[in-house]
C-alpha cells in the first residue's frame, strides 16, 4: 500500500502562537528591533501593570513604540525580558511567558532582576493583545 499524496500548496504556513512569541524574544535578544515587531498587528493592544511606570493601555504599534519602547529605550541601558519558559494554548493562541526584567536605569545606575508574566494573545499570525504582570514595586526599587 503507497502512502497518501503530498499535496503541496502556495500558502505560506503560519507560525503558531509559542513560535511566533519565541521569535519576538529571540529578536530582542538579538537586538533586531525590526523582527521583534514584525508580527505584531496594527492595532495591537498593549497593556502595562498597574502602578507600573509605564501603567496603562495603548492601541496601535505607534502609541506602543512611543508611549513604552522609546521611553524604555531612553531611560535603560540593557534592558530586556528574558524569557525563562513560555505555556501555550495553540487553540485560543495564548501564550504566557515568564521572564525575568534585566538592564540598569540610567538615572540611578541601578540595576533590575524582575519576575514578570508577559500574556500574549496571536490570531492569525500576528499579535493582537499584550498584556504585561509584573512587581512594580520591585522595578520601582532600581528607579529610585
Avoid at 5 to 21: G, I, S
Avoid at 117 to 127: A, E, Q, Y
Wanted: contains cysteine; glycine residues 8%; hydrophobic residues 40%.
Amino acid at each position: 500500500m503507497n502512502p497518501p499524496a503530498v499535496t503541496e500548496t502556495k500558502e505560506k504556513k503560519m507560525a503558531n502562537a509559542h513560535d511566533t512569541v519565541a521569535a519576538h524574544y529571540a529578536a530582542g535578544a538579538a537586538g533586531d528591533i525590526p523582527s521583534m515587531f514584525k508580527d505584531f498587528s496594527d492595532d495591537i493592544v498593549w497593556k502595562e501593570s498597574d502602578g507600573s511606570p509605564y501603567a496603562g493601555s495603548y492601541r496601535g504599534m505607534a502609541e506602543v513604540g512611543a508611549k513604552i519602547f522609546e521611553r524604555i529605550n531612553s531611560e535603560w541601558e540593557g534592558f530586556g525580558a528574558v524569557p525563562d519558559y513560555l505555556v501555550t494554548d495553540e487553540a485560543t493562541g495564548t501564550v504566557a511567558a515568564v521572564c525575568t526584567y534585566v538592564g540598569t536605569f540610567r538615572a540611578t545606575g541601578k540595576p533590575q532582576n524582575v519576575r514578570v508574566v508577559h500574556l500574549w494573545t496571536v490570531k492569525d499570525g500576528k499579535v493582537v493583545a499584550f498584556e504585561q504582570v509584573c512587581d512594580t514595586a520591585e522595578q520601582f526599587k532600581s528607579m529610585s
